[in-house]
């Protein structure tokens, strides 16, 4: 199918997913370079730096809650890119002080937190029945291709013209604009059925487990893996850059192929040897450098930072499931909202917490407390069972 022949709603969401895909890719892969040349932040601070990142995502129930009262799924990833928009800008362009800094990053963190409760919703609600995991995937993909092209961009104007944090961030900026402006022009839910505010249920409990797991490894990553590289090994950002972009670029081919995945395995498989992947990705970090000599030991490193990236393709798997086991269509996008917030609410502060045993005890511990936390979640993850009516 050529891509004028999609439907309009399903063009304007892929086309949406890539450009948010380019802003939080620039993001992401700069903004420990940032953090650190810029601001001189260590890795105590880093963590530190976390708690308010991460705020938004503890609050993400009461605001999708909020929202939903007057605006659509689409609507809201709209307002969404908004805040990441002046987030970006506020980094680049706004933040002398560290408070700024704070900030600006949780107005940004306020936007991706707000995706997270809608973009599963919307892309369930675009995905013929049993294809879900497909279409999930799909767009994944068109996540990663904006991200190749963003982080791209950054790669060739950081070998260029040097760190240019200001132009990097109000680049991220305008890409987010763009993407505002496509979710709005999406006219799902348009009189159709209107998401429920809130949604606590126990019929959910394996799914809060699972999305409270999942963050405290995604907190650990997002803060520690690069920083492992950045502190440890001085890694510049033009490399780090790079290791997005080729990331992003397996991502292209990997998501839509792990959405089918998904579909033929089903949740349960798929998520527990997510947990064994991420359990080698942890003992690689932690030993790395102590078994392998130079640069290998760098490579590992390399390796293990693309393999957890491509991994977090998986977290569909928990919003395919959901969607198998919510009593009604309504409950799907508040229950991924009270997940964030449960997540955020057992994981928050672990971050702070892995910066002073970083500190105190090396890197190393971090990493292995990670790996603790993977072999948990593989058992969780055993727990899955979807009902016969419902599965694929």
Known sequence: MRFADIPRDLRNALLATLFFGAASGIIVSVLNNYLSDVHGFGAAARGWLEFPREFPGFLIMF?????LVLFSETQMASIAMLFTAVGAVGLGYLSPSTAAVVVFVTVWSLGDHIIFAVEGPIGLKLAAGGREGRRLGQFGGARNLGTISGVGMIFVLAKLIGDRYDLFFAIAAACALVACV????IRLWRGGDRSRRLVFKRRYGLFYAISALFGIRKQ?????GAWVLVQTH???VSTIALLYFASATLGVIVRPLMGEVIDWLGERTVLAVDELLLLAVCLTYA???DLLPEPLDLYALYGAYILDAVLFALRVARTTYLGKIAEHPADITPTIATGI???HAVAMSLPVLSGYIWEAFGFRWVFL???AIAVVGFFVCLQIRIPEDRSN
């Open 63 to 67: 605001v999708a809650g909020a929202l």
């Open 182 to 185: 496509f979710y709005a022009s």
């Open 220 to 224: 650990l990553f997002l803060a520690f």
């Open 234 to 236: 001085g890694v510049p």
């Open 287 to 289: 030993f790395a450098s």
């Open 341 to 343: 917030t449960i997540d």
């Open 369 to 371: 407390l990670a790996g």
